[in-house]
C-alpha cells in the first residue's frame, strides 16, 4: 500500500471512530432521559408533574433564549412562571389549567397596557412560548392521573414509548432507504420513507398496549390511535425545526450532549401526548 492509500484509509478509521463515539454518546444520554421519565411516570402522578414541570421550564427557557435571537423580547418571568405551574396545577383539579390560562393572559394585558415599549410580537412570544411547552405537555400529567396504579403507568409510559419508537423508526429506515425529503426547507434530514417507518413504530406500541387488555380499546383503536399520535408527533418536530431555522440555531440548547436542549427531546411529546390524551377520552378509554 503507497503513502497515498494510507492517507486516506487514516480520516476514514477517524471518521468511523467519531461516529461510534457520537453515537455511545447519543445513546447513554438518551438512556439517561428516558430512564428518569419513565421511573417518575412508575411512582405515580406528584413525581410525574414534578418532572413534567421541570422539563417544561426548560422548554420555555429555550424557546425563549431562541426568540430573543429573533429580535423579540418575551416576558421570562411570566411565561416561565406559567410553564412551570401547568402542569403542576393538574394535580389540584385539571380546571386550573383554565385559570392559569385565564390568569396569564390577563397579566400580559396588564404588562402590554402599563408598558408602552412592549410590543404586540413580545406578548405573542410570551404568551406562546409556557403554552407550546407547559400547557401542552400537561397532557402527560392527566394521562397519568387518570388512570391509577400500574395500569395507568403503563398506558403512560406506552404513550411516550409510541413516540420515542416513533422517532427511532423513523431515523432507522429514513438513513437507510430515505430518498424522498419530507420537508427540505425546514428538516432536510426528514423523509417520506422515514415517516412512513415512525408511524409503523408507534403503531406497533400501540398494538402492544391493546394485546394486554388492560384498557378496553379495540385493534382498530389501537391502530388509528398509533397513526394519530405518530403523525402529530412528527409535526411537533417539524414545528420545533421550522422555529430554529428561523432563527439560525441548530439545537434549542447543549442540556442533553447528542441531543441538543430539552426542547429538541420534547417536541414530538409536546403535540403527541396531548393527541395521545384526546384520542383516549374520545374513544371512552378514560
Same mark, same amino acid.
Given at each position: 500500500?503507497?503513502?497515498?492509500?494510507?492517507?486516506?484509509?487514516?480520516?476514514?478509521? $477517524?471518521?468511523?471512530?467519531?461516529?461510534?463515539?457520537?453515537?455511545?454518546?447519543?445513546?447513554?444520554?438518551?438512556?439517561?432521559?428516558?430512564?428518569?421519565?419513565?421511573?417518575?411516570?412508575?411512582?405515580?402522578?406528584?413525581?410525574?408533574?414534578?418532572?413534567?414541570?421541570?422539563?417544561?421550564?426548560?422548554?420555555?427557557?429555550?424557546?425563549?433564549?431562541?426568540?430573543?435571537?429573533?429580535?423579540?423580547?418575551?416576558?421570562?418571568?411570566?411565561?416561565?412562571?406559567?410553564?412551570?405551574?401547568?402542569?403542576?396545577?393538574?394535580?389540584?383539579?385539571?380546571?386550573?389549567?383554565?385559570?392559569?390560562?385565564?390568569?396569564?393572559?390577563?397579566?400580559?394585558?396588564?404588562?402590554?397596557?402599563?408598558?408602552?415599549?412592549? +410590543?404586540?410580537?413580545?406578548?405573542?412570544?410570551?404568551?406562546?412560548?409556557?403554552?407550546?411547552?407547559?400547557?401542552?405537555?400537561?397532557?402527560?400529567?392527566?394521562?397519568?392521573?387518570?388512570?391509577?396504579?400500574?395500569?395507568?403507568?403503563?398506558?403512560?409510559?406506552?404513550?411516550?414509548?409510541?413516540?420515542?419508537?416513533?422517532?427511532?423508526?423513523?431515523?432507522?429506515?429514513?438513513?437507510?432507504?430515505?430518498?424522498?425529503?419530507?420537508?427540505?426547507?425546514?428538516?432536510?434530514? $426528514?423523509?417520506?420513507?422515514?415517516?412512513?417507518?415512525?408511524?409503523?413504530?408507534?403503531?406497533?406500541?400501540?398494538?402492544?398496549?391493546?394485546?394486554?387488555?388492560?384498557?378496553?380499546?379495540?385493534?382498530?383503536?389501537?391502530?388509528?390511535?398509533?397513526?394519530?399520535?405518530?403523525?402529530?408527533?412528527?409535526?411537533?418536530?417539524?414545528?420545533?425545526?421550522?422555529?430554529? +431555522?428561523?432563527?439560525?440555531? $441548530?439545537?434549542?440548547?447543549?442540556?442533553?450532549?447528542?441531543?441538543?436542549?430539552?426542547?429538541?427531546?420534547?417536541?414530538?411529546?409536546?403535540?403527541?401526548?396531548?393527541?395521545?390524551?384526546?384520542?383516549?377520552?374520545?374513544?371512552?378509554?378514560?
Amino acid at each position: 500500500m503507497d503513502t497515498k492509500d494510507t492517507n486516506v484509509a487514516a480520516p476514514s478509521a $477517524k471518521s468511523a471512530s467519531s461516529r461510534l463515539h457520537s453515537f455511545i454518546v447519543r445513546a447513554g444520554f438518551g438512556l439517561i432521559y428516558a430512564g428518569l421519565f419513565i421511573a417518575c411516570l412508575a411512582l405515580g402522578t406528584i413525581p410525574t408533574a414534578v418532572f413534567i414541570s421541570a422539563m417544561s421550564w426548560l422548554c420555555c427557557y429555550e424557546f425563549f433564549r431562541m426568540v430573543r435571537l429573533d429580535g423579540k423580547v418575551p416576558n421570562e418571568f411570566l411565561g416561565l412562571v406559567a410553564a412551570v405551574l401547568f402542569p403542576l396545577s393538574v394535580l389540584v383539579d385539571a380546571v386550573w389549567l383554565t385559570v392559569l390560562n385565564f390568569l396569564l393572559v390577563l397579566s400580559l394585558g396588564l404588562w402590554y397596557v402599563w408598558s408602552p415599549r412592549t +410590543r404586540m410580537a413580545d406578548v405573542a412570544v410570551t404568551a406562546f412560548g409556557p403554552i407550546y411547552t407547559g400547557y401542552m405537555l400537561s397532557a402527560v400529567v392527566l394521562l397519568r392521573e387518570a388512570v391509577p396504579g400500574l395500569e395507568g403507568a403503563l398506558l403512560s409510559i406506552g404513550v411516550c414509548a409510541s413516540l420515542w419508537i416513533s422517532d427511532s423508526f423513523a431515523y432507522m429506515v429514513g438513513s437507510r432507504l430515505g430518498k424522498h425529503k419530507m420537508a427540505p426547507k425546514i428538516s432536510p434530514n $426528514k423523509s417520506w420513507e422515514g415517516f412512513v417507518g415512525g408511524l409503523i413504530g408507534s403503531v406497533l406500541i400501540w398494538v402492544i398496549l391493546w394485546a394486554t387488555g388492560l384498557y378496553g380499546f379495540d385493534l382498530w383503536f389501537a391502530a388509528v390511535a398509533g397513526v394519530a399520535v405518530g403523525v402529530m408527533g412528527v409535526f411537533g418536530d417539524l414545528i420545533e425545526s421550522r422555529i430554529k +431555522r428561523g432563527v439560525g440555531v $441548530k439545537d434549542s440548547g447543549h442540556l442533553i450532549p447528542g441531543h441538543g436542549g430539552m426542547l429538541d427531546r420534547s417536541d414530538s411529546l409536546i403535540f403527541g401526548c396531548i393527541t395521545a390524551y384526546l384520542l383516549l377520552h374520545i374513544g371512552g378509554v378514560l
